[in-house]
């Protein structure tokens, strides 16, 4: 909670108390940002809801109250409005202190988490010898968004990338590679196997075609999984290969993962299904082993099974996902798991999480989150295509983004007349238009889906990106142009809050712990997106109307202050975004 939000709950408990009696001690002050600036900060709505069991008139209870209210230090004098609401204005004498005590403080006024715990994040996680599209796009960008948080409030945090590295895809590929690569069998040397793409799309075309190549690659995935020495090397040249690929995507974004894929929890298969099966859960159904799901049916109403091994003996995607559940608690002693896929898995988590309780597999202080998000779509709401028609290539996306803001650089420096080195237009380049992608997606409610545009993303102007960097330049800008060294400012600086403008800022700029705890909770990254891009338009309208440089002495220092603070804010704020901040642009 927002830590003057906190105070004033205090004040108001010792009120009720006052006025009422200890039977009160528990009530709540209900208080709640005020509906309208006009009407102050906060507003408490005890009064109406005490009515009915203090037997008395809301105004008479509010009275009460205001008499026994000691918040001299932090508000103005509370006023009574309506049927019975009490309206508070924070002082700016308690705003400035406020603010001189985040000036003080590198994390800006945000207390770390006081009983950090260990939190897994599940993000990313592509397959092996598969296109990475933007659906783990998303998974990455709002995954690393979710643990940057976490991190900064001082949880333990384990990025973990769950890749599909395992399952009957590779009886196929290796099959495949047997024919059509001999080499990738035998040699001990680095292989470039080509276009894993082509060669996924080649192979499945052989196993859909021709029977017998269909039985090669089953007898393949039981070499495999008995550790047959080439089918191994062939794997792990195919996952190597794709590896080397992701990494080239995670280092454009700036993303660190650990890898931990499907693979690692195959050992532990056979003893999630036995131990499910002396639990009781488990029910054969045409051979396959499954859990009967409570609350899930078919359409003619019957219970809905979660198979767990199929009736070939092989395991699945579910069934890695208990395991990996398990080891989790277990091994990983996590206390937060968070899971961020497409919202078309849904229902796939909720089962696996569901089972999983049943076999008593969650202590009660372990909490399960599937952070679901929606689809990335073309021009039109229709599936994001190349002019050509084909599935977007992740590399080539980003690149596009690279090379759309260089272009639009290029003609800005040429229209200011300004000349930059390479190094510095290849930088900012590669930054804004990185920026542009993440901060597009993560500005959107991530379950809703939404459109893909270079256009809107790049623009200077609006909730993007580029703007947001460039308010961070343009405060730069002022302390370069007046020459200030913030460090020399240090806390004596003394703040003066005058202009409404002023106090619109401030209010905003103490709001970011806030800000954070509900990200930490509600896993949207769109309410840090909004905070900050309120935070830039609310320090445009202060820099509009007043003079910073060019202030009288006292007003000066203040004023920079202000800034500082709105830049140092930004830069931690985009920071958590995965966005880092330019000093020009
Ligand atoms: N590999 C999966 C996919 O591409 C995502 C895995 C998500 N994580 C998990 N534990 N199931 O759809």
């Known amino acids: 909670m927002n830590p003057t939000v906190e105070q004033l709950k205090t004040k108001f408990q010792q009120a009720l108390i006052a006025a009422f009696g200890t039977d009160y001690a528990a009530a709540d002050p209900m208080l709640v940002p005020a509906s309208n600036p006009k009407f102050g900060d906060y507003q408490s709505n005890a009064p109406l809801s005490l009515t009915k069991k203090l037997g008395q008139p809301p105004r008479a209870i509010a009275e009460k109250i205001v008499q026994q209210l000691d918040i001299t230090d932090i508000c103005q004098p509370p006023l009574i409005a309506g049927p019975g609401f009490i309206n508070l204005t924070l002082k700016p004498e308690y705003l400035e202190g406020q603010l001189n005590a985040i000036f003080a403080d590198p994390r800006l006024g945000v207390a770390p988490a006081k009983n950090p715990i260990r939190v897994v994040v599940d993000f990313s996680s592509p397959n092996i010898a598969k296109e990475m599209h933007v659906g783990h796009l998303r998974s990455t960008i709002i995954g690393d968004c979710i643990a940057r948080t976490l991190e900064f409030q001082s949880e333990d945090v384990l990025r973990l990338n769950h890749v599909g590295d395992w399952g009957t895809q590779f009886g196929m590929l290796i099959a495949y590679l047997r024919e059509a690569y001999p080499a990738a069998l035998t040699t001990q040397d680095a292989l470039d196997l080509g276009d894993l793409v082509a060669l996924y799309r080649q192979a499945k075309q052989r196993f859909d075609e021709d029977q017998a190549f269909q039985e090669t690659a089953r007898q393949e995935v039981v070499k495999l999984q008995a550790g047959a020495e080439d089918s191994r090397r062939a794997w792990q040249l195919l996952c190597e290969q794709s590896r080397q690929e992701f990494q080239v995507i995670y280092d454009l974004l700036d993303v660190h993962l650990t890898e931990r894929g499907e693979s690692f929890y195959n050992p532990l298969l056979s003893g999630v299904v036995e131990d499910l099966d002396q639990l009781g859960l488990l029910v ?41 559940l398990r080891y989790r608690i277990q091994q990983d002693q996590a206390q937060r798991i968070i899971y961020i896929t497409d919202a078309g898995q849904a229902s796939h988590f909720t089962q696996v999480f569901q089972v999983a309780r049943r076999a008593g597999w969650i202590p009660d202080n372990v909490e399960l989150v599937h952070v679901p998000f929606g689809l990335v779509q073309g021009e039109g709401g229709k599936k994001l295509k190349t002019r050509s028609g084909e599935t977007v290539r992740l590399r080539d996306l980003l690149d596009e983004a690279i090379a759309r803001t ?29 920026s542009a992608v993440k901060y597009a997606d993560l500005s959107q409610n991530r379950t809703s889906n939404y459109v893909f545009s270079y256009d809107k ?16 330049v343009r405060i730069q800008g002022i302390s370069r142009k007046g020459e200030i060294n913030f460090q020399q400012l240090g806390s004596d600086a003394k703040i003066l809050l005058q202009e409404e403008t002023e106090l619109v800022l401030a209010k905003h700029l103490l709001q970011l712990g806030a800000v954070l705890s509900e990200v930490e909770q509600d896993l949207l990254p769109n309410r840090l997106c909004q905070y900050l891009f309120e935070l830039s338009q609310k320090f445009n309208q202060f820099y509009d109307r007043c003079p910073v440089l060019q202030a009288e002495e006292s007003q000066r220092t203040s004023r920079l202050v202000l800034c500082n603070l709105t830049a140092r804010t930004l830069k931690l704020g985009l920071s958590l975004l995965g966005i880092p901040v330019l000093e020009r642009m």
């Open 284 to 324: 054969e159904d045409a051979g396959a082993k499954c859990v009967f799901l409570e609350g899930f049916t078919n359409k003619a109403g019957e219970p809905l099974p979660l198979i767990v091994k199929k009736s070939d003996g092989g395991y699945n995607y579910a069934t890695t996902d208990l395991a990996a």
């Open 406 to 434: 260089r272009a639009d650089l290029e003609t800005r420096l040429k229209e200011e007349g300004r000349s930059e080195t390479e190094e510095f237009i290849a930088n900012v380049a590669k930054v804004v238009g990185i």
């Open 457 to 472: 993303m790049l623009s200077l102007q609006g909730n993007t990106a580029p703007y947001m960097l460039y308010a961070y």
